[in-house]
Antibody, heavy 128, light 110 residues
Framework: QLRLQESGSGLVKPSQTLSLTCAVS??????????WSWIRQPPGKGLEWIGYMYLSGSTHYNPSLKSRVSLSVDRSKNQFSLKLTSVTAADTAVYFC????????????????????WGQGTLVTVSS | QSVLTQPPSASGTPGQRVTISCSGS????????VNWYRQLPGTAPKLLIY???QRPSGVPDRFSGSKSGTSASLAISGLQSEDEADYYCAAWDDSLDGPVFGGGTKLTVL
């Protein structure tokens, strides 16, 4: 069973860079041609998609965060990572990694996308 | 303000059938498939329904999804106390060019 686990700095100062890693176990990140995503959830609020990437290096980001986000992968360690620059208090949230998120055209002409499975999430607080 | 609109709360008694609605637009639900996630307190969301009405392996058939036009619904029959959680709808949005979520519905089992 595929499992994802986030890790990284839990406290980041304003204007600095948030860095998180998602370790994948129970399967290879390189198999299946899946996309890999980051999603966040501010305390007591809803979910916001941050971005996804393919192992080819192709990335796709939420336009509201695009100028500050970068995703990368380390195949040898079976993990992928998130960097978010110039953070503010508004970036305080639980950050989740997940498999999926990319657009998959259906035979009916629609786009299907979903996230499964998810990591347990890690709280990142932006504060001086 | 979330792109998809859900009622903030819903409730039901054990054994009852409840539905949670999700309203969108032609750029998301109206032209793409809908997913539903369940988030138990303090845990990560879990995929409950994908592609409008498909259940992942392990999800009981008490949970069903439907879509009509620019709206979707999640129905839970035979309500159980462990169904008390937050439920989120999601879909691809052509304008954003990415996935969007509803604001979530907190389901209380009375």
């Amino acid at each position: 069973q595929l499992r994802l686990q986030e890790s990284g700095s839990g406290l980041v100062k304003p204007s600095q860079t948030l860095s998180l890693t998602c370790a994948v176990s129970g399967g290879s990140i390189s198999s299946g041609g899946y996309s890999w995503s980051w999603i966040r959830q501010p305390p007591g609020k809803g979910l916001e998609w941050i971005g996804y990437m393919y192992l080819s290096g192709s990335t796709h980001y939420n336009p509201s965060l695009k100028s500050r986000v970068s995703l990368s992968v380390d195949r040898s360690k079976n993990q992928f990572s998130l960097k978010l620059t110039s953070v503010t208090a508004a970036d305080t949230a639980v950050y989740f990694c997940a498999r999926g998120g990319a657009a998959v055209p259906t035979a009916q002409g629609e786009i299907a996308t979903w996230f499964d499975p998810w990591g347990q999430g890690t709280l990142v607080t932006v504060s001086s | 303000q979330s792109v998809l609109t859900q009622p903030p709360s819903a409730s039901g008694t054990p054994g009852q059938r409840v539905t949670i609605s999700c309203s969108g637009s032609s750029s998301n639900i109206g032209s793409n498939t809908v997913n539903w996630y369940r988030q138990l307190p303090g845990t990560a969301p879990k995929l409950l329904i994908y592609s409008n009405n498909q259940r992942p392996s392990g999800v009981p058939d008490r949970f069903s999804g439907s879509k009509s036009g620019t709206s979707a619904s999640l129905a839970i029959s035979g309500l159980q106390s462990e169904d008390e959680a937050d439920y989120y709808c999601a879909a691809w949005d052509d304008s954003l060019d990415g996935p969007v979520f509803g604001g979530g519905t907190k389901l209380t089992v009375l």
